[in-house]
């Protein structure tokens, strides 16, 4: 059976991701690399064995977490839907049954705002995992006077926190925010439809979103 360990010893699929970041990067974008694939495939799994689902469920996100961004290598445009062709061909390659195949590329290609649904509880994990990892240290400018609205936000984010309560009924994003750099109303503006997505994906799962910026409950 293929692990989320085998996938990240694979030397071709580091390769993918740190090339894939090497390319937003020249494009100005926030870090996409090691420290957010994994960050993402933690909070996955978080997500899915904290709701009981299989071990084998765990593992899947988890993998499907890892390699959600490898399609930035072709383009940031449609990457989710080139990071799914990708992943298929990858993971056909080290010989992962279809079944699991199909599950992880289908996260894959709806985990983006633009064009994603949450289409099974997989999908809805990385879409929450992926949308709620907002923190000072995925921004690479390091002018604060030429921050952009995406720089300002994420470098305004002092800590960012997904907790799912003991009921199992809500999954709350908690964010503490220097305002000094962003305003909670710039935060909307570039993360609105993620928060909306992250909405239908927690409503997928079972649970209501809620989040909250600075202890004031705002979703």
Known sequence: MVTFEDLKKNEEIRIYIQ??????????????????????????????????????????????SYLHDIGNLVNRIDHSQSGAVMAFRILDHLEMPAEDIATIVTAIGNHDEGTGVPVNPIAAALILAD???????????????????????????????????????????????????????????IFLKRMTMCRRAADKLGLTFKLMINEQQLI
């Open 19 to 64: 090339r894939a970041d090497e390319s937003l990067k020249a494009l100005g974008f926030t870090e996409h690399s090691f420290a957010h694939v994994t960050r993402v495939a933690e909070t996955a799994g978080y997500i899915l064995s904290t709701l009981g689902y299989s071990e084998h469920d765990v593992e899947l996100v988890k993998m499907a």
């Open 131 to 189: 949308k709620s990892d907002v923190r000072r240290s995925r921004v690479r400018n390091t002018d604060i006077s030429t921050f952009d609205i995406h720089d300002r936000v994420n470098y305004s984010v002092k800590e960012s926190v997904l907790k799912i309560n003991e009921a199992h009924t809500i999954v709350k994003l908690k964010l503490t925010v220097d305002t000094h750099y962003s305003s909670v109303m710039d935060y909307f503006e």
